[in-house]
């Protein structure tokens, strides 16, 4: 997967707030739908899978499917109680995996 | 809100697929998935429970610029508790090839069941929204959402 | 360019004319504020001898979701062809061991302005050149690398991210260079000559009928500031000389290649038309 993600965190929160974090990744998302200049099909390729954690343990998860346009944007909630690193990642059909990480602080 | 420019765009639509959204879902022929295979998929997912109208609210533009990307967003009234949260959500759309557009799974820490993103429709179509709560309730929302030919058709 | 019996430009113009008599819908009254902070012109008196009496992005054609999307540099799909960009940027290539970044160092600054100004003269060539022209130029004479085909390789992400450097920057053109009046002036005569099937010319939609639709699509002027664009349509960038191509296509007729004198008449002249309005790029459109 060339896929580049980016991810739109605050960098810091008071604690008990919930924010929204926003998500985008490059990624053609293949339907399977499509047909190649001779006709034959063009195989699905599509990113899957999107899961979000906080210090390990997921909160968020999205099931995908090949509806979703191109280049996938997500946006989602979560309350942050404590300071800590956000781990989110995409899966494609190939069972490919993209991590990035993402800390979060509270204010003082 | 900003007034909209639809006048025009209402008298020329039909329900043809967008030429550029049905090459990017197949040419004629092909079967679209049609409201038995959304209550089907609603069956599968709550377990054969039935769907409240309410609870949950789809937004989704009126009219899509371009089929291959519209957004859509949902918000469900809850809070959010150990004792009381939704679970998932799942996106539909009636007359795509295939009726699934995402399927969203909360936990309390979501703080609120609230999500968007962006889909594909390959024709003007009805968009349902089912949320699936901690008790086993099952609650739903649709919008139609039309989709439009641009253009000289490229 | 194939004439076809009155009749048929009669339908076509029938056709757009229909349209247009079931709705006048005026672009949408809206300010473009990107991030908050940059101040975008998206409508501007035109320059002395335009024929229209103002210029306006094709932002305020769009629908609000649409327009929504170019508010915010992150919400923007166009900028992962940017980021893709400045990695290019970044990235040696060639046999000389060089990247962009190895002369120009850092973009934001060595590059500010530069999208605003093309296309330019090149004495060399004795014709206008443009950014995805000079970044070949560059890859060959002073990378030793491969030029990029037409909208291939890094060819629509390095321009982006070129003409991104400018954003918010109005749009200008040095006409007192070499031949470029001239090459202005074949520009307007192809931008006003019917061609194709459907016998219509730029002008046909996008100065007499811009406002109105054409099926359920709000006509723009068809002003250039925001190429590389993303357009919701391919899910992707698309360049200017795509766009003139895919326009060409769509009346019929047939399309001359990128980078052909003819196209790059109607980018001098396209330019100068759209003289005033900010760099978008990467703009949001359908």
Redo the contacts between chains.
């Keep these: 997967m060339a896929a580049k993600p980016r991810v739109k965190v605050p960098k810091s929160v008071a604690a008990g707030d919930v924010i929204t974090i926003k998500s985008l990744i490059s990624h053609k998302m293949e339907s399977g739908q499509r047909k190649d200049g001779d006709g034959n099909p063009i195989p699905r390729d599509i990113i899957n899978h999107f899961a979000a954690a906080f210090d390990g343990e997921e909160f968020f998860s999205v099931d995908i499917d090949p509806a979703v346009s191109a280049n996938p944007y997500l946006e989602f909630s979560v309350r942050v109680d404590e300071a800590g690193t956000f781990t989110f990642t995409w899966t494609d059909d190939a069972g490919e995996v993209i991590t990035h990480e993402q800390d979060i602080a509270l204010k003082s | ?5 639809n ?3 209402r ?3 039909g329900t043809a697929a967008a030429a ?1 959204t049905a ?5 004629s022929g ?1 079967v679209f998935a049609a409201m038995e295979d959304v209550d089907k998929a609603i069956a599968d997912f709550g377990g054969g429970a039935e769907a409240a109208d309410g609870t949950i609210t789809l937004t989704t ?1 009126e ?1 899509a ?2 089929g ?4 859509v ?1 949902f918000s469900v009234e809850s809070p ?1 508790t150990e004792e009381s949260h939704v679970e998932s959500v799942m996106i539909l ?1 009636a007359d ?3 009726a ?8 309390p ?4 069941a ?8 390959a024709r003007t179509q009805d968009v349902v929204a089912v949320a699936k709560m901690s008790d086993g309730s099952l609650h739903r929302a649709s919008a139609n959402v039309k989709v ?7 | 360019m194939n004439r076809f019996p009155l009749s048929v430009s009669a339908v076509a113009g029938a056709l757009v004319a229909l349209t247009s008599l079931a709705v006048l819908a005026e672009p949408a009254d809206d300010t473009l504020l990107i991030d908050g902070e940059i101040e975008m012109t998206t409508r501007t008196e035109s320059v002395e001898g335009h024929p229209l009496p103002e210029v306006i992005s094709g932002w305020h054609y769009r629908t609000e979701d649409t327009r929504v999307l170019e508010q915010d540099t992150f919400d923007n799909p166009g900028m992962l062809g940017v980021e893709a960009g400045e990695e290019i940027w970044n990235t040696v290539d060639g046999t000389m061991g060089k990247s962009c970044a190895s002369c120009h160092d850092d973009a934001s600054e060595s590059m500010a302005g530069v999208g605003a100004s093309y296309p330019k003269w090149d004495a060399a060539n004795g014709k206008p050149t443009n950014i995805e022209q000079r970044i070949n130029h560059c890859r060959v004479e002073n990378m030793g690398a491969e030029p990029y085909a037409f909208d291939k390789g890094g060819q629509k992400p390095l321009t982006a991210y070129v003409k991104h450097q400018s954003l918010g920057q109005p749009l200008a053109l040095d006409l007192s260079e070499g031949d470029m009046q001239t090459w202005r002036d074949k520009g307007e005569e192809l931008y006003y000559r019917r061609t194709g099937q459907l016998d219509l010319s730029c002008a046909t939609c996008h100065e007499k009928y811009n406002g109105k639709n054409i099926r359920a699509d709000h006509l723009s002027q068809g002003n250039v500031n925001g190429f590389p664009t993303y357009r919701l349509k391919q899910s992707d960038l698309v360049s200017l000389h795509n766009r003139f191509r895919g326009c060409i296509r769509d009346t019929r007729a047939e399309m001359p290649a990128a980078f052909s004198d003819e196209l790059m008449a109607l980018e001098v002249y396209t330019t100068w038309r759209s003289q005033g309005l900010s760099i978008e790029t990467p703009a949001v459109r359908q």
């Design positions: 809100m900003h007034p909209s420019t006048l025009g765009r008298r020329l639509l550029a090459a990017f879902f197949g040419t092909r533009p009219i610029e371009n291959n990307s519209v957004p967003a959010m759309a795509n090839p295939s699934g557009v995402a399927t969203f799974h909360f936990t820490r979501s703080g609120e609230k999500a968007s993103t962006r889909m594909r429709l439009t030919i641009g253009g000289c058709g490229g």
